[in-house]
């Protein structure tokens, strides 16, 4: 099993382009969930997903969309980018109240 | 949302010391698990205890849980230098799907 991959592992983006980060598991987990981390702080959750079909907002959802159309693969949206939302991104997954499995983190930068 | 706070902030032993990490928190949670990061890296699992459980180890690892106290602490006996890391908690809030992370403890085991 590979687990849970995440592509890009870096990205640099100028302010107000839009790109969308990839995040695929293959252990037919029905929970999947992005998070951001910034420098000397811990993860903040941004948005995730019970279930194909079935998305919503964490604590920090603003300027991200989502969307869950298989079990696999839970892709997250910037629309806009701002230096604000300059990041290392981890998506994970896991069964209801089980361990979480985190990708290895996109690290993007928002000039 | 109300998340776990990691004390101390920091932790700096010598090789071989042990090192304790604690969680607090404030509601009532399902089960309560800790993570490690190395620098720049993904987020590993080490344990997770449920809210009916009081102790659990994992080779070198002990966690233990008191819901009376809402507090939980992580051990680590007889450490190495690879143990150097941030070392997180992680709730999930009673009837909640969430997940909420601390900001750490940042331990340096100096060989």
């Known amino acids: 099993n590979a687990g849970v991959t995440q592509t890009p592992k870096f990205q640099v983006l100028k302010t107000g382009q839009s790109m969308t980060l990839q995040c695929a598991q293959d252990m037919n987990h029905e929970y999947m969930s992005w998070y951001r981390q910034d420098p000397g702080m811990g993860l903040r959750l941004i948005h995730y997903?019970?279930?194909?079909?079935?998305?919503d907002q964490g604590e920090v959802p603003n300027g991200y969309n989502v969307s869950r159309s298989t079990t696999e693969d839970f892709p997250l949206r910037l629309l806009s980018a701002a230096p604000s939302q300059t990041s290392v991104y981890f998506c994970?997954?896991?069964?209801?109240?089980?361990?979480?499995?985190f990708g290895p983190g996109t690290r993007l930068l928002v000039l | 949302s109300q998340q776990g706070e990691e004390d101390p902030q920091a932790l700096s032993i010598q090789e071989g010391e042990n090192a304790t990490m604690n969680c607090s928190y404030k509601?009532?949670?399902?089960?309560l698990q800790w993570y490690r990061q190395n620098s720049g890296r993904g987020l590993v699992h080490l344990i997770l205890i449920r809210s009916n459980e009081r102790e659990k180890h994992s080779g070198r690892l002990r966690v233990t849980l008191d819901t009376s106290k809402k507090s939980s602490s992580l051990l680590i006996t007889a450490s190495r230098a690879a143990d150097t890391a941030s070392y997180f908690c992680c709730l999930t809030q009673g009837g909640s799907e969430k997940l909420v992370f601390g900001k750490g403890t940042k331990l340096t085991v100096n060989p």
């Open positions: 994970a997954s896991n069964r209801r109240e089980e361990t979480q499995y």
């Open positions: 509601t009532s949670i399902n089960n």
């Open positions: 997903s019970v279930g194909a079909g079935i998305t």
